[in-house]
């Protein structure tokens, strides 16, 4: 496992609190676009941008599938699998909505993860800078990284 690792400085302790309290394996901190804002636990380059493509794509649906049936978005999302679960959240902030993905086992369990992503939650809305100027815009490989990335998760050329 890897230690927190983060783009912007001012989501690490809330990233690295988040972690060491809910015991999670796997973390990622992500714009809601898609683009990683920090993460924990990975090993290569090429999980967390699939994983972040997919977390992105997941809570596009979920939310629009909310919007449909409910008339607003779903909120957190969870999956139980045998041995590990999944748990993806959004996190409103002065600089927009990200998601917060995080896998985790028996070493910890759903309530503990709500817990503390409750807690995640206010301490990045307080340590997010306010958003001074336009946003920035995505790498010009982003849709391509993309596209290879989905490509190869699902096994196409």
Not at 10 to 35: D, I, K, N, T
Not at 54 to 65: C, Q
Not at 71 to 97: C, N
């Amino acid at each position: 496992m890897t230690g927190v690792a983060v783009t912007e400085a001012w989501a690490e302790a809330p990233l690295r609190q988040f972690v060491e309290e809910a015991r999670v394996e796997l973390a990622l901190l992500l714009h809601a676009s898609g683009q990683v804002l920090g993460q924990h636990g990975f090993v290569k380059r090429m999980d967390v941008m699939t994983a972040c493509a997919l977390a992105a794509g997941i809570n596009a649906t979920a939310a629009e599938l909310g919007r449909m049936l409910d008339g607003k978005p779903f909120g957190a999302l969870h999956y139980a699998g045998q041995a590990k679960q999944l748990f993806l959240g959004p996190v409103e902030t002065k600089r927009g909505t990200f998601l917060l993905f995080c896998v985790f086992d028996s070493g910890s369990s759903l309530g503990i993860v709500q817990l503390y992503f409750g807690e995640f939650r206010h301490a990045l809305a307080a340590a997010a800078p306010a958003n001074d100027g336009p946003s920035t815009p995505l790498n010009e490989h982003f849709e391509g990284e993309l596209n290879r990335n989905l490509a190869a998760l699902f096994g196409r050329p």
